[in-house]
């Protein structure tokens, strides 16, 4: 029988909790993990220098909270891209990738969720894809001498956005520490978009799965691609929860959310909790047991 572990974002959750409060709130909240966020924000962007105490203190928390962090989001490099023009940010990239490689070594992290952009705020050309690449294979060879597994998210930007895309990059790299990391929301809200058959023929390569609801890509509407509330957009999780049952996914899912506005955030939570329960035990997909 195929089990799974059911995590929720970091970003979902309140600011100010220690570690030890907050993972015990991912496990009072029905979670098996919380998904750990290195964005492009200084804040979070400081975490990649914590020093061997921080860590310690980190590691120390997750352990007396029986609790794991199953991926670092690693979305700093929307701000500082692979495949920018600018030599200084191409550095700078490859030195958050070098950085977030150790932290998650030093915290027992597995898996690095690499955004698919090549840029995503200056303007996109054969040279930002050339230099995306080139980098992505000098991150993967990186992350290969740790053994930390790189997987890139299917984004809300048409350079990836597939998971075809996604193992196309895969095929020129040729490594089996670069896999993929399906976004549902974003893979749904494409035009033209064939989601059953993208993941049945790339579901040897994914290793982790976002669940996100999104309103689709017209030509009159850019898509709305974060805060939208689960059951308010047009993502059939339903189909797609039974598509993964069926081909015995045995990754781990994260349902990713933001706090936003929320006046009570928790409660959001709770709500998209039950809405994930429910279409579990519909389609039949068990969730591991809660650790206490």
């Not at 572990?5 to 029905?30: C, Q, R």
């Not at 956005?161 to 520490?177: E, G, H, M």
Request: negative net charge.
């Amino acid at each position: 029988m195929v089990v799974n572990a059911v995590g929720i974002y970091e970003k979902a959750l309140p600011n100010g909790l220690s570690w030890e409060d907050e993972f015990n709130l991912v496990h009072t909240l029905g979670f098996n993990f919380l998904e750990f966020s290195v964005d492009e924000s200084d804040e979070r962007l400081k975490r990649l220098d914590w020093n061997k105490p921080e860590r310690e203190d980190f590691r120390k928390a997750l352990w007396k909270t029986n609790s794991r962090i199953n991926t670092l989001m690693l979305s700093g490099h929307r701000r500082f891209p692979l495949g920018s023009a600018d030599p200084e940010t191409r550095r700078t990239s490859l030195q958050i990738m070098r950085k977030a490689i150790d932290l998650a070594s030093d915290l027992g992290i597995r898996n690095i969720q690499l955004a698919g952009y090549d840029v995503y705020y200056e303007h996109k050309s054969l040279s930002s894809r050339e230099y995306f690449v080139e980098n992505l294979r000098k991150c993967v060879h990186m992350a290969a001498k740790k053994m930390v597994m790189l997987s890139i998210e299917t984004m809300d930007d048409p350079f990836i956005n597939t998971l075809d895309k996604d193992v196309y990059y895969k095929s020129l790299i040729r490594s089996p520490w670069l896999q993929a990391y399906p976004d549902i929301g974003n893979l749904t809200a494409w035009e033209g978009a064939d989601m059953g058959r993208d993941i049945e023929s790339n579901i040897d390569n994914v290793v982790a799965v976002h669940l996100k609801e999104t309103r689709p890509v017209t030509d009159t509407f850019p898509g709305a691609f974060r805060d939208v509330p689960f059951g308010e957009g047009t993502v059939d999780f339903e189909a797609a929860l039974r598509l993964f049952a069926r081909l015995q996914y045995c990754g781990s899912y994260t349902v990713e959310m933001w706090k936003g506005k929320e006046s009570d955030p928790l409660a959001a939570v709770r709500k998209a909790k039950a809405f994930f329960d429910a279409l579990f035990e519909k389609v039949g997909i068990v969730q591991e047991p809660i650790l206490a």
